[in-house]
Structures are given as C-alpha cells and as structure tokens.
C-alpha cells in the first residue's frame, strides 16, 4: 500500500492536472457522503467481490481466478471514476470488467482455450488463433449456454457501455455535453467532471449492475465457493437491480 497523505504537498493543485484531481477527489467525497442509492449498492458488492478474492486458495482454474481479481480491479476503477463525475469514462472500464468475466466463463466452458488464451503473444499464428475463438459473439453465446438469463442482463449491459462511453459514440460525445449560444455565436463545452447530475447517477447505476451482473458470470465458474461463503445469497438480495 502507498502512502497515505492527510495534507496536500506544497503547489498541490496548482496546475492543470492537480487542480483536475482535486475535483475529482471533491467530487468522491461528496458522493460517498449525498448518494444514499447506487453507492451502497456498489460497496455491497465490491464486498461479494472481496469476499471471493480473498479465499482464492488453490482455485481450481488458474486463469479464471487470475481474471476475477483483474473484474475486481476494473470494477473499483469504475467506481472510483463515477464518483468523481467523470461518467463517459467509467463506462470505458466497465466494459472491461464485463469482458474479463466472459472471457473467464469462455475459458471455464471450453478446454484448450486456457492454453489459446495464454499463448497469445507466441506469434502470429497465436494472435490470430485468439482472434477467431474469443470473438464477442461466441464469448457472449458461451454465457447463453450457460445462464439464459443472465446473457440477456449482459447483452444489455454491454451495449450501454459501448453506448455511453466504451466507444466514441453519439451518447457518450453528447452526454456532457453543453452548448452555449451568445451574439450569434456558440461555444461547445464537456462536462469533464459531472458530480450531481444525472449523468453521474447513470453512471453509478450502471457500475452496480455490470459490477453484479460479472459476479454472477463468475458464480458459474467459482460455484462451491460462492455458495460455501454465503456470497450466492447475499447477491440474490440485490438481482433486483439487474
């Protein structure tokens, strides 16, 4: 663990970048303070992920465990990126904490692909061998196969953070957007830190869902240790959400 700072070194937030931080930073602890909905869901949550992380002692999938704690890492990253109000860009690491559940499942489901998976980088033939096998259409069919329901909940979740932030797309370009019309003339902002706004609790919405919804990706792999810790009930309280 780094260091913890209670005061701010000398020139903090004296420049672009740290004033930037700074805001952000502000904009966490407000929210941890005023938001009484979706951050207590995402604190259950990355409790069930903890949970699960911290008895991975001799897990009987290498890679699956590997990529867990890798969804962990990209779901508090997405926390911590909506609390601060930068919410186009919390959608960015909630893609990948969704495709590192799936491509789990996908190695879990069909053997050989641990060793397809891992030899990625060996040369051309590998890349290209990882290419064809782990196309998104058949990581996603893999989870259909394996839980109906809950590919249906991904499928959606998905497509939203490609939607608003996974991709340059139109919703995540005009989200934050603002336009400012004076004289005749217009001037074009981005919110880049959207603490408060709607925007932001879209954002936090989302983060619980994707987050709960990979949790229980990897139920399907990790089961015996989900259920002998209690975590497979403990989720359940919450699949409302999904």
């Not at 663990?1 to 937030?13: D, G, H, K, L």
């Not at 008895?55 to 990126?81: N, Q, T, V």
């Not at 397809?116 to 061998?129: E, F, I, M, P």
Request: with cysteine.
């Amino acid at each position: 663990m780094t260091e913890q700072y209670r005061e701010f070194p000398e020139n903090w937030a004296s420049d672009g970048p740290t004033q930037f931080i700074d805001l952000a930073c502000n904009n966490v602890v407000a929210t941890f303070v005023q938001d009484k909905e979706e951050y207590p869901l995402v604190r259950n949550i990355d409790g069930f992920y903890y949970s699960i992380v911290k008895h991975l002692i001799d897990p009987e999938g290498i890679l699956e465990a590997i990529l867990i704690m890798r969804c962990h890492a990209a779901f508090r990253a997405s926390f911590l990126l909506g609390m601060s109000g930068m919410a186009p860009e919390t959608f960015v690491q909630l893609r990948s904490c969704l495709e590192n559940a799936l491509y789990a499942l996908h190695i879990n489901k069909n053997p050989g692909h641990d060793e397809v998976w891992a030899n990625r980088h060996k040369d051309d033939a590998s890349l290209k061998q990882v290419k064809d096998k782990f196309r998104m259409v058949d990581v996603m069919t893999t989870l259909e196969n394996t839980d109906p329901a809950n590919h249906k909940v991904a499928k959606l979740l998905y497509e939203r953070t490609i939607d608003f932030g996974a991709h340059p797309n139109e919703r995540a370009a005009t989200s934050s957007l603002i336009i400012e019309e004076r004289d005749g003339s217009k001037k074009i902002k981005q919110n880049y830190l959207a603490g408060g706004t709607l925007q932001q609790r879209h954002a936090m919405k989302t983060v619980a869902q994707v987050g709960l919804c990979a949790l229980y990706v990897f139920r399907d792999i990790f089961t015996k240790k989900f259920d002998i810790l209690g975590v497979t009930n403990e989720m359940d309280k919450h699949r409302n959400i999904l």
